[in-house]
């Protein structure tokens, strides 16, 4: 009877992986050969393990990556020019901890999307959190915010992400409001939050697709400097997955 209110009160205080792990010491006998400190040890360990199992699938749900992609399956193999040391370099997150950014440029269908949904998965495992949004998406956004009064609030949850992901800079022509939005952005990020920007131009050709070459200087210091370079280059990963489907290899 005392047993089944201990767990009770475990699960009434929401400690449900201490109380699971209470459950599988009373249902297992040979338990009784560990001391006091060794049960309780496992107990903990199980309630540490489960809230951290939760906090991980919450920063995944925010996130909202594009792709359910892991630095460990990244392909090394097809011919499109990724280092892997670069890679086993930013897996590591030292950069994220040191507030540097990544750029990761190429032509369509060489994965930069997957490789920038898989360092920020790497993040979010690591304990940091992580949004994705294309840059359409985010200019989208900010005009919305701008129109009904949430501008500065949705600015500053933006601050507030570890790693964000700026999917495809420079696919659509970028207007006056744009280029300050995206300055704004990147302003409160520079230098305390890690940014990663995808893109299918070279970073050369970035000054001139944004414009105003004032704010295109600005907008270039603040991705540019200190980034971590990814140049993708051969044929497309969508082609080779199309031909292994066709022969069944």
Avoid at 63 to 79: F, G, N, S
Avoid at 197 to 218: C, F, L, N, R, Y
Wanted: proline fraction near 2%.
């Amino acid at each position: 009877m005392l047993d089944e209110q201990t767990y009770e009160k475990l699960v009434a205080m929401q400690l449900h992986g201490m109380a699971a792990a209470w459950k599988d010491y009373l249902a297992d006998k040979g338990s009784d050969q560990l001391t006091f400190g060794d049960r309780f040890g496992m107990m903990v360990d199980r309630e540490w393990t489960l809230r951290q199992e939760r906090r991980l699938r919450n920063r995944l749900a925010t996130a909202k990556l594009r792709e359910a992609a892991c630095i460990e399956d990244v392909d090394y193999r097809h011919p499109r020019k990724l280092d892997r040391s670069v890679m086993q370099k930013l897996a590591t997150c030292q950069w994220v901890k040191e507030h540097e950014n990544v750029i990761i440029t190429g032509a369509t269908g060489l994965g930069k999307t997957w490789l920038a949904c898989a360092l920020a998965n790497k993040a979010c495992r690591d304990g940091s959190t992580a949004m994705y949004l294309r840059v359409p998406r985010l200019m989208h956004v900010l005009a919305v915010a701008r129109a009904d009064g949430t501008y500065v609030r949705e600015l500053a949850k933006l601050a507030k992400v570890h790693v964000l992901i700026l999917d495809d800079l420079g696919l659509s022509p970028i207007g006056d409001d744009e280029r300050h939005d995206l300055l704004e952005v990147l302003e409160d990020r520079y230098g305390v939050r890690s940014t990663i920007v995808t893109s299918q131009m070279p970073v050369k050709k970035w000054h001139e697709a944004i414009g105003d070459p004032t704010i295109a200087d600005a907008i270039m210091e603040r991705i540019v400097y200190n980034a971590h370079r990814i140049d993708l280059a051969g044929t497309t990963m969508r082609d080779t997955k199309q031909k292994k489907a066709d022969t069944g290899k």
